[in-house]
């Protein structure tokens, strides 16, 4: 159906949907380290650490009030901190995706509001019709002449989109960008998400739309635990489901929710399994402390004068130790289960 939608397109004349980049930023966008924020008694983020590298594409995600767009905040510069660091890479062009739609004029049209007056819009240093230009958000020439008052809210959202994307930026922050979008307007927006060469910061809760565009994801998980995990919406589902320690106990798993399928009987360890047991605490925290480490190398500058090659293996470390750690405490719990006095 996507590729139908697409043929049709180019069929009436439709040229592909091009995000204006500014220049490249530096590899290192933010480095993150012992971030922590809150409302009164309410932690919404404790102790987060973590780096965006260039060409990075990272959802976020958590249920409503989780702190989402106070996150955004945060690393943008626009919320005080409370606890920790946020440090900006060079060359830094930020491009805010305005959720409330506070930036369009109702009184004029949707020409006006991409370029005042003029007739034609500078897109890569290449000038290009107005009426053109807005006909890649499937704005018909009339509709690109009708006063932003008469649209309905899915056509604001395209216009939004439109006047957003004539504006250069290599850090793009999207705050729900989905919202009110049609199919065909979703499906042009993840063509452009896809092929934007800059870094992005996407907060949704369209599962799908995250699943084809982010390389990550951060989640607010409750209680001021946020995590990062490789791949999409469903990545995460997938990770997660493994047993994990609480954020703030370190030292031995939480007991685990009944499981949904029927626990194998118990049964006394053997010894070598009981070996393995008594070994799975220092082990864990060999691989939580050499994670600690690379997070703090990874906010250094000074990683980042190196060959890029030393930071992409830091990172994919990172990631590896991640799994690892996971599944340390998966073998934890099943050893716990499989246990019975002797």
């Given at each position: ?23 490249r ?6 480095a ?10 309410r ?28 996150l ?42 991409v ?11 290449q ?16 509709r ?75 989640v ?34 939480a ?9 194998a ?10 070996r393995?047991?008594a ?27 190196t ?23 998966q ?9 019975r006095?002797?």
């Amino acid at each position: 159906m996507r590729e139908e939608r697409r043929a049709q397109r180019q069929a009436v004349g439709q040229v592909r949907l091009q995000a204006q980049e500014a220049a490249r930023s530096g590899r290192l966008v933010l480095a993150v380290e012992h971030l922590g924020f809150g409302y009164g008694e309410r932690c919404l983020i404790r102790d987060y650490s973590g780096c965006i590298m260039r060409g990075d594409k990272i959802g976020i995600i958590g249920p409503n009030g989780s702190g989402k767009t106070t996150l955004l905040r945060l690393l943008l510069g626009q919320l005080p901190l409370q606890q920790g660091t946020v440090a900006p890479g060079t060359n830094l062009e930020v491009l805010y995706y305005d959720q409330l739609r506070e930036q369009l004029d109702d009184q004029q049209t949707v020409a006006q509001n991409v370029c005042g007056d003029n007739e034609v819009v500078i897109i890569d240093g290449q000038p290009r019709n107005i009426i053109g230009y807005l006909q890649d958000f499937l704005f018909t020439p009339d509709r690109a002449r009708t006063p932003v008052a008469m649209l309905s809210g899915g056509e604001r959202n395209r216009l939004l989109l439109a006047r957003l994307f004539t504006k250069p930026a290599n850090l793009l922050v999207m705050d729900e960008p989905t919202n009110d979008l049609d199919i065909e307007t979703l499906e042009l927006l993840e063509e452009l998400l896809l092929e934007y060469s800059g870094t992005l910061l996407l907060v949704s809760h369209d599962r799908a739309f995250l699943n084809n565009v982010v390389t990550s994801t951060i989640v607010l998980e409750g209680n001021g635990a946020v995590r990062e995990y490789p791949g999409g919406y469903d990545d995460w589902l997938r990770q997660r489901s493994a047993p994990a320690a609480p954020v703030q106990a370190r030292t031995r798993p939480a007991a685990a929710a009944p499981p949904a399928k029927k626990a194998a009987p118990a049964r006394k360890l053997t010894y070598n399994e009981e070996r393995e047991l008594a070994a799975l605490p220092a082990a864990l925290e060999a691989l939580e402390a050499e994670r600690e480490e690379l997070y703090r190398q990874m906010a250094d500058p000074a990683l980042h004068r190196t060959e890029p090659a030393a930071i992409a293996a830091a990172k994919a470390r990172t990631v590896a130790l991640g799994e690892a750690i996971d599944a340390a405490y998966q073998r934890w719990e099943q050893l716990e289960q499989n246990k019975r006095p002797g």
